[in-house]
């Protein structure tokens, strides 16, 4: 049977506006960027994914899935097939998509007509036998994977058997920014305060305490300063817990007499206002509780800002802060953190040091770069033959050869190639 020309667009799978998270944020960034690199009959549209409440969908959402039924995920895959799109981009995160592991989505996946491309935001280390079982349905499905950093692929290929030809490497992509925030402390009324942010959702993974520990240290060095946290309460924690992390927070700023030092702007801000705040700080700090964090938008987007960033070790800021782009301390260390920033504030060469270097790598990672990197892996993936959905096995030795094809490739994307590659 002869296949359906494919003329209708790039459908993406997708939590998105105005659903508040990271994945909605980036998918919405992606597709504005996308959008100008390609012809009209190849305009995006999104299946989104629903919350418990519901939203207000507007265009380019043309359809959209309750996350806890099953039936809703096998219907989208037929609604994508009826659309013939050239290709499917899923974006994945566990928590998205109902059933074990979030398995509902391969009903969708398993169903699709066109090639379809998976970005991953999450790969675990220690996943249950669901999760570890719905990744690799998924991955086994995929035509091709994005990871955003080598981790995420060395990790797919030694823990869940992805053949690695299928990986690449694309970068979380940022906005390009002005380096300069005189303008922006002005119009925030910071005058000359040394300003420290932190902004994303909040919820207690973020570590936002450990912060707050060091600034009685750094008020001592330098009484100017001011930390501010920019963001609201995940709404998947005020479903669980309500706002009593961030009154806890609140609390500690009382007992440790910081309310002249620091400001909690409790709210979703736009993207302008976002860029704003990033302009008027000089220092960026993710205090992180734990490793297992693969990629951070926030992160990337506060180094292609040019901030000094001081973060504890997860997994993203270990490679994005790598060769001298940021300073990392010790988990849950309040001193080592406080210590980090006093010295940035001390030696304005230093700083201006951090801030040249994360600004100068922020360059190589902006959108529309991203954007390029992802339109000419969609034309790679939409324009060859289909004749295998999943990788046929081989041998030893043809296995090992696609691990170093796809570490080959993933290192020229990170270096800043960032194009369509070939196999």
């Not at 305060?193 to 060091?214: H, P, Q, W, Y």
Request: aromatic share 8%.
């Amino acid at each position: 049977m002869k296949e359906r020309t494919r003329q209708q667009g790039i459908a993406f799978v997708s939590s998105f506006a105005p659903r508040k998270c990271g994945i909605a944020t980036f998918t919405g960034d992606l597709i504005a960027n996308l959008a100008p690199t390609v012809d009209s009959s190849h305009r995006p549209f999104v299946v989104a994914m629903e919350s418990d409440g519901g939203f207000r969908f507007s265009p380019p959402v043309e359809y959209s899935i309750r996350k806890d039924s099953a039936r809703d995920y096998a219907q989208a895959g037929s609604y994508i097939n009826f659309r013939a799109p050239q290709v499917v981009s899923l974006q994945h995160e566990f928590g998205l998509f109902g059933g074990a592991g979030g398995s509902h989505v391969c009903r969708l996946v398993e169903g699709l007509d066109a090639p379809l491309v998976t970005t991953l935001h999450t790969v675990l280390e220690d996943p249950s036998p669901a999760q570890r079982e719905s990744l690799r349905h998924i991955c086994a499905r995929s035509d091709a994977i994005v990871v955003m950093n080598m981790r995420g692929l060395d990790m797919l290929t030694d823990l869940y058997d992805v053949p690695a030809h299928k990986v690449r490497l694309i970068p979380h992509g940022i906005p390009d920014l002005l380096q300069d925030g005189d303008q922006a402390r002005r119009q925030l009324g910071l005058g000359q305060r040394k300003v420290i942010l932190t902004f994303g959702l909040i919820s207690r993974n973020k570590g936002i305490e450990v912060m707050l520990r060091a600034m009685p240290t750094i008020v001592k060095a330098h009484p100017d300063v001011l930390y501010i946290v920019v963001g609201t309460t995940h709404p998947e924690v005020i479903k669980h817990e309500g706002y009593s992390y961030l009154h806890q927070l609140r609390q500690l700023v009382r007992e440790l007499d910081l309310r002249e030092h620091v400001v909690f702007h409790d709210a979703f801000v736009s993207a302008e206002t976002l860029r704003t705040f990033l302009q008027a700080a000089p220092v960026y700090v993710t205090p992180y509780l734990h490793k297992e964090q693969l990629t951070s938008g926030t992160l990337a987007f506060a180094v292609g800002a040019g901030k000094a960033v001081v973060s504890t070790p997860y997994w993203a800021a270990e490679e994005l802060l790598a060769h001298g782009r940021g300073r990392l301390v010790p988990f849950g260390d309040s001193q080592r953190m406080a210590m980090e920033i006093v010295r940035l504030f001390d030696d304005t060469k230093r700083l201006k040091a951090l801030q040249d270097r994360a600004y100068a790598y922020g360059r190589s990672i902006t959108w529309p770069k991203v954007a390029l990197a992802y339109r000419d892996l969609f034309l790679e993936v939409s324009q060859k033959p289909r004749t295998h959905r999943h990788a046929p096995a081989g041998t030893e030795l043809m296995a090992r050869t696609n691990v170093a094809v796809g570490r080959l490739k993933a290192v020229s994307l990170a270096a800043g190639v960032l194009q369509g590659t070939s196999h």
